[in-house]
């Protein structure tokens, strides 16, 4: 057939009902498909079918019946989280609402879905709503000393290699400074927006909640612009809409945004999983250096 020939419908376009019906059927189908997952977890399915274990069965499902094997994992780390917010439900919260979640320890599952259920707009809880929940979650740290996040020793070292020597670490913890190596550096306890930052060379991870964010980078502005601080890399959330990183990206000379989202690390080993990529912000001479090296990580973008 040409492709300049328009195959002609014979079907009547749907109306409105219709296609509401149809949507319908398709939630449906992929809410029973959830149930027969969890029942046949449940009773060992894998057994009575001949395979070693469930990975292997969820394997040969997805292959048999051309379902995603990610798709199908996903509804089943949805069902064991459900069970764990309310035991013996399974179903009764949409998948999408948990995913955000499961990556979670269970204890921390249960304090994010509470508070998610507490703070939901109008007591309406969206997937945009626990996102937003589990993100404060995951970076509220540095500043409340609930949990410390670290940033990956690759990206330690290449700030180091930026930069020659860390002299200040304004945001940071004990634990942290095993990796990082400032020759100074401020702690929750310390307050670190009550000091002079008069060091040479800066590398800043702020807390990732608000209103200390915006604070952490309005104050290391102002150190670069009082010429307290000569250079600097600051790692943040790309969050272009806001306010602060406009602030940054206005005398920042280069940034790096990266390529996929870095894996912040807990003391315990166990890894963030963010829901949004990250950006490097440098500030100083050394802008060539800068983009030679973090151009490993992702792509620069030049301030012109």
Same mark, same amino acid.
């Given at each position: 057939?040409?492709?300049?020939?328009?195959?002609?419908?014979?079907?009547?376009?749907?109306?409105?009902?219709?296609?509401?019906?149809?949507?319908?059927?398709?939630?449906?189908?992929?809410?029973?498909?959830?149930?027969?997952?969890?029942?046949?977890?449940?009773?060992?399915?894998?057994?009575?079918?001949?395979?070693?274990?469930?990975?292997?069965?969820?394997?040969?499902?997805?292959?048999?019946?051309?379902?995603?094997?990610?798709?199908?994992?996903?509804?089943?780390?949805?069902?064991?989280?459900?069970?764990?917010?309310?035991?013996?439900?399974?179903?009764?919260?949409?998948?999408?609402?948990?995913?955000?979640?499961?990556?979670?320890?269970?204890?921390?599952?249960?304090?994010?879905?509470?508070?998610?259920?507490?703070?939901?707009?109008?007591?309406?809880?969206?997937?945009?709503?626990?996102?937003?929940?589990?993100?404060?979650?995951?970076?509220?740290?540095?500043?409340?000393?609930?949990?410390?996040?670290?940033?990956?020793?690759?990206?330690?070292?290449?700030?180091?290699?930026?930069?020659?020597?860390?002299?200040?670490?304004? /945001?940071?913890?004990?634990?942290?400074?095993?990796?990082?190596?400032?020759? %100074? *550096?401020?702690? #929750? @306890?310390?307050?670190?927006? =009550?000091?002079?930052?008069?060091?040479?060379?800066?590398?800043?991870?702020?807390?990732?909640?608000?209103?200390?964010?915006?604070?952490?980078?309005?104050?290391?502005?102002?150190?670069?612009?009082?010429?307290?601080?000569?250079?600097?890399?600051?790692?943040?959330?790309?969050?272009?809409?806001?306010?602060?990183?406009?602030?940054?990206? /206005?005398?920042?000379?280069?940034?790096?945004?990266?390529?996929?989202?870095? %894996? *912040?690390?807990? #003391? @315990?080993?166990?890894?963030? =999983?963010?829901?949004?990529?990250?950006?490097?912000?440098?500030?100083?001479?050394?802008?060539?250096?800068?983009?030679?090296?973090?151009?490993?990580?992702?792509?620069?973008?030049?301030?012109?």
């Amino acid at each position: 057939m040409s492709e300049d020939i328009v195959p002609i419908r014979t079907a009547p376009v749907m109306t409105s009902a219709e296609a509401l019906d149809w949507k319908a059927r398709i939630s449906s189908i992929a809410h029973s498909l959830r149930l027969l997952l969890f029942e046949g977890y449940e009773r060992r399915v894998w057994e009575a079918l001949g395979y070693q274990h469930w990975t292997a069965c969820l394997q040969a499902i997805a292959e048999e019946h051309r379902f995603s094997e990610r798709h199908l994992w996903r509804l089943h780390a949805a069902n064991e989280t459900e069970q764990r917010l309310t035991p013996g439900s399974v179903g009764q919260i949409p998948e999408k609402y948990l995913r955000p979640i499961t990556t979670l320890q269970p204890d921390e599952q249960r304090e994010v879905w509470s508070l998610a259920v507490d703070t939901a707009p109008d007591g309406h809880v969206t997937a945009a709503h626990v996102q937003t929940v589990v993100d404060q979650h995951y970076f509220r740290v540095q500043c409340t000393g609930e949990q410390e996040w670290y940033t990956p020793q690759p990206y330690i070292d290449a700030a180091r290699q930026v930069l020659g020597t860390i002299d200040l670490d304004p /945001a940071t913890s004990l634990q942290a400074q095993a990796r990082i190596q400032a020759t %100074r *550096f401020y702690t #929750a @306890d310390d307050d670190g927006l =009550s000091h002079a930052w008069a060091g040479h060379t800066v590398f800043l991870n702020p807390p990732y909640t608000q209103p200390l964010m915006e604070q952490f980078v309005d104050k290391l502005l102002a150190e670069l612009q009082a010429g307290h601080t000569a250079e600097a890399i600051l790692l943040t959330h790309n969050y272009t809409d806001t306010v602060w990183f406009h602030k940054a990206e /206005a005398i920042a000379q280069h940034i790096c945004f990266t390529k996929g989202r870095i %894996r *912040f690390v807990r #003391a @315990d080993g166990f890894q963030a =999983s963010p829901t949004q990529g990250q950006a490097f912000f440098y500030f100083g001479p050394h802008h060539e250096r800068f983009a030679a090296v973090f151009s490993a990580f992702g792509f620069i973008v030049q301030r012109i």
